[in-house]
């Protein structure tokens, strides 16, 4: 079992920057991935960022690439996510997920709201 809780939502106007924070507890030594999703009002959950939890490959949605970084800090259980640029439409719930194998992730906080607006 691991927790998750996301913090470092909030209102921006458009252009500014946000860090979200996603600390980890629980059995984190055995995770393989972790990841952050969205959504927004009225649209369905999606992919945002992806990072493995010790080593590999970084991946990004083609919408944030170039704006966004993910990070992690492994002697802190967090994994972070640097939104510079942010658009209006970047307003949406943030999710942290987390994932003991390659396949679904079966983790997920309780969300963020970023807001951003024009």
């Known amino acids: 079992q691991v927790q998750l809780v996301e913090s470092g939502g909030g209102l921006v106007q458009a252009g500014a920057s946000l860090r979200l924070s996603c600390a980890a507890s629980g059995r984190t030594f055995n995770l393989y991935k972790m990841a952050w999703f969205r959504q927004a009002p009225g649209k369905e959950r999606e992919f945002v960022a992806r990072?493995?939890?010790?080593?590999?490959?970084?991946n990004y949605a083609d919408s944030v690439k170039g704006r966004f970084t993910i990070s992690r800090d492994n002697a802190k259980n967090t994994v972070y996510l640097q939104m510079n640029s942010l658009k209006p439409e970047d307003t949406a719930v943030y999710y942290c997920a987390a994932a003991f194998t390659g396949g679904d992730y079966g983790y997920w906080g309780q969300g963020t709201q970023v807001t951003v607006s024009s």
């Open positions: 990072i493995p939890w010790r080593s590999g490959i970084i």
